[in-house]
DNA sequence: CACCACTCCTGCCCGC
DNA sequence: TGCGGGCAGGAGTGGT
């Protein structure tokens, strides 16, 4: 995997593109493929133009920029990605989006246009993408007793029911298999057979996984602008996501790849009960 | 509800 | 060297 965003990744992408945005007034928009995963709205660059933006959010995946009277709301999909430009940069094939501050720009970047640009009005809270979410997993209303208390009842496995979005955001393909092999906890395991004790487990394995990787990402993001904007592995090294058949770091055994709900899993059967 | 399959799309890797 | 086929994957949507 080379540019899946995933929260880590959205986060150090919120980061880098904050200082280069907040409190700039935005003076126009290009949209040179609206057929993202929902069409760009229309008129998109006459909403926007001669809006300030106050800030740079972050709710789940969904970054956030606040303009006052509304939120430009943009997702990455899972081959998007952002980058700060200059005006006179050539933009390429899967170049869909720009917002153009001045002589900076914002690019949006995404091949597979799984990725979305939408505005919202009203609250953004409000909004039906943004509505129904669960907790963030690096705030504190996240942890062992909610996850406990959201997982009964759920027969499913506990790696899909982790990216329930319902249950706790930003938790995708990649990390939920990381920080199943970090609690110890098998990904086949039922949701509501886990008890407090590995509930508190798994939800420190994910606060863990999620800060490591939203550190070593902003480690390595020295400069945003003229970055590719794209990412490598957060992690050093995946413990166990993408190594099927390889050593366990931990007990030497295969690395198992199983599929749960057309998702690869990735895990190591001696570690994890 | 909970759960599952389906869907969007293209880059990449494999085998021939 | 080129090409067809298969795969991956975030997450909303719709059916059971």
Known sequence: MHAMPELPEVE????????????????????????????????????????????????????LLDCGTGHLILHLGMSGSLRITGAKEQPSRHDHFDLELGDTVLRLRDPRRFGAVLWERGPVERHRLLRDLGPEPLEKQFGGAQLFAATRGRAAAIKPVLMDSHLVVGVGNIYASESLFLARINPKTAARRLGRGRCDRLAEAVRSVLNQAIRAGGSSLRDYVQSDGSFGCFQVECAVYGRAGEPCRSCGGPIRQIAQGQRSTYYCPHCQR
Request: no cysteine; charged share 30%.
């Open 12 to 63: 150090v992408t919120r980061r880098g593109i904050e200082p280069h945005l907040a409190g700039r007034v935005i003076t126009g928009a290009v949209v040179r493929n609206a057929g993202l995963r929902w069409p760009v709205p229309r008129g998109l660059a006459k909403t926007l133009r001669g809006l300030r933006i106050e800030a740079v959010k972050r709710r789940a995946k969904y970054l």
